[in-house]
Each structure stands twice: as structure tokens, then as C-alpha cells.
């Protein structure tokens, strides 16, 4: 059973970056057949997606957070990793990393989220 | 790229039907067949429920369904039951290789 679990520091200075990896058990990250990516959602709110890399290193970012954000994948790990950098406390959300099937770009496997929060 | 737009809550009593729109633009729900719902509970991870609109994962109830008519998608759940009680959101493709989500709903059983 196909298994991602996130890891990294629960708090982020502001202005600091935020760094995140998703571990992938139970598969290959390497499957033509997937993008992996990270959706957050910020306390009491909704998701929002992130961004998705392929596992050959091809990235698609939210335009609204492109300038922050650098996703990038380590198949000899089977991981991928997540930088937002000059964060600020609208950061502070619960961050999942998933993946997605790209016949019908759609998440079947979620990670378990990981609560980032930002503040001094 | 705006949220797509979602009530922010509904009900139902157990038995009965409901369903829970999501309006996107024609950049979006209305442009693809690429409208994917998931079910949250308090604390999880979501849940996938429907794909490419109307599609169910195996292990999904078949009183989840799902529809599109222009730019709204919709998600109806019948034979309403108390394990029903979650936040639901719809995602769409939003073209240029981008993704979008809904605000969520909240579904109550009463």
C-alpha cells in the first residue's frame, strides 16, 4: 500500500524559509504515470494547491506563490522536497503532500499533513 | 486564478439527499472534465470521492455522484447518513498546467 509521509520543522522564523520532504513508501516515485505535489491548508480554511513535479524534475507552480516556492525530487530516495521561502504567518497552515494521477489529474494518495507554523 | 466558489455550508437529515455546488469560469470547470471532490473529516487527510466529474474510486459509496452543466460542478450525496458529516471540496483544472480548489463546505447531519 502506497504510503507518503511528511517531515520537517513544525516552526519557521518569519522572512526564514520553510523546508518540507515527502517520503514515498509502498512505490516508485519514479512512475510515469504520477505527478507529486503539495497542497496546504492554513487553520479553519481551505486547501490550496501548491505545485506538482514530475519525477524527471519538470515543476508546475501556483502563479500566486511561484516566486516563493522551489519543488524538487530525489528518485535514489524516493522523496521529493518543498522550499517557500521569506515566509510570512499566512504561511502557517497544514501542508500535505500528495500524489497525482495524471489521467484524469486527480490526488488518490495524501499524506497525513504536517502543521507548519510561522511566527517568531 | 480565483477559488472556486463553494456554499460554505449545507444540511441534510440522515436519508435525504443534498447536493453541494462548485462554480468555477469557463477557464476552468467550465473548459475541462476535470473536476475531482474529496471528503474531510476533523483532522485527516481528504479523501478522494469523485474524478473527471462524475467518476468513483472503487471503495466509494455509490451515493456520491457527481455532474457538471456549464461552469458548476456538483457533488450530490443521497441516503444521507451521520459518517456523512465532513467538509467536501471540489478541485478543477484551471488550464496553463494549474490547479484550483473550492472554499469547502461544511455538510451536517442533523
Known amino acids: 500500500q502506497l504510503q507518503l509521509q511528511e517531515s520537517g520543522p513544525g516552526l519557521v522564523k518569519p522572512s526564514e524559509t520553510l523546508s518540507l520532504t515527502c517520503t514515498v513508501s509502498?512505490?516508485?516515485?519514479?512512475?510515469?504515470?504520477?505527478?507529486w505535489g503539495w497542497i496546504r491548508q492554513p487553520p479553519g480554511k481551505g486547501l490550496e494547491w501548491i505545485g506538482n513535479?514530475?519525477?524527471?524534475?519538470?515543476?508546475y507552480y501556483n502563479p500566486s506563490l511561484k516566486s516563493r516556492v522551489t519543488i524538487s525530487v530525489d528518485t535514489s530516495k524516493n522523496q521529493f522536497s518543498l522550499e517557500v521561502s521569506s515566509v510570512i504567518a499566512a504561511d502557517t497552515a497544514v501542508y500535505y503532500c500528495?500524489?497525482?494521477?495524471?489521467?484524469?489529474?486527480?490526488?488518490?494518495?495524501w499524506g497525513q499533513g504536517t502543521l507548519v507554523t510561522a511566527s517568531s | 486564478q480565483s477559488a472556486l466558489t463553494q456554499p460554505a455550508s449545507v444540511s441534510g437529515s440522515p436519508g435525504q439527499s443534498i447536493t453541494i455546488s462548485c462554480t468555477g469560469t469557463s477557464s476552468d470547470v467550465g473548459s475541462y472534465n476535470l473536476v475531482s471532490w474529496y471528503q474531510q473529516h476533523p483532522g485527516k487527510a481528504p479523501k478522494l470521492l469523485i474524478y473527471?466529474?462524475?467518476k468513483r474510486p472503487s471503495g466509494v459509496s455509490n451515493r456520491f455522484s457527481g455532474s457538471k452543466s456549464g461552469n458548476t460542478a456538483s457533488l450530490t450525496i443521497s441516503g444521507l447518513q451521520a459518517e456523512d458529516e465532513a467538509d467536501y471540496y471540489c478541485?478543477?483544472?484551471?488550464?496553463?498546467?494549474?490547479?484550483?480548489f473550492g472554499g469547502g463546505t461544511k455538510l451536517t447531519v442533523l
Open positions: 500528495a500524489r497525482w494521477y495524471t489521467s484524469g489529474w486527480y490526488v488518490d494518495y
Open positions: 473527471e466529474g462524475s
Open positions: 509502498g512505490g516508485s516515485i519514479s512512475s510515469s504515470s504520477y505527478y
Open positions: 513535479i514530475y519525477y524527471s524534475g519538470g515543476t
Open positions: 478541485c478543477s483544472y484551471a488550464g496553463s498546467s494549474t490547479w484550483v
